[in-house]
């Protein structure tokens, strides 16, 4: 199993990041595929969103009416489409999917 996280980076308050996973290694549209993230300086992992086979969305009170997952079965990705972020979005963002993470991508939101 691999799970491959891309799209982070440096951006302003208010800005707009799209974070990409791309997994291999196991049947991708039977299973519910997800985002968590660590936060700097914190020691647990926390949910951002998750998505199931059936695209049934879950997101986390922080990032509710601002963050939006969707799943591509064709192409085994999973997106999170981040808007209006906030400083308090800064964190190392992890996929998860089959009870695997991936190694995860940074996000910082500074000015």
């Known amino acids: 199993v691999q799970l491959q996280a891309s799209g982070g980076g440096l951006v302003q308050p208010g800005g707009s990041l799209r974070l990409s996973c791309v997994a291999s290694?196991?049947?991708?549209?039977?299973?519910?595929m997800g985002w968590y993230r660590q936060a700097p300086g914190k020691q647990q992992r926390e949910l951002v969103a998750?998505?199931?086979?059936?695209?049934?969305?879950n997101y986390g009170d922080s990032v509710t009416g601002r963050f939006t997952i969707s799943r591509d079965n064709a192409k085994n990705t999973v997106v999170l489409e981040m808007n209006s972020l906030k400083p308090e979005d800064t964190a190392v963002y992890y996929c998860?999917?089959?009870?695997?993470w991936g190694k995860g991508t940074l996000v910082t939101v500074s000015s």
């Open positions: 998860h999917g089959r009870a695997h």
């Open positions: 998750t998505i199931t086979p059936q695209d049934s969305t």
């Open positions: 290694g196991f049947i991708f549209k039977i299973y519910t």
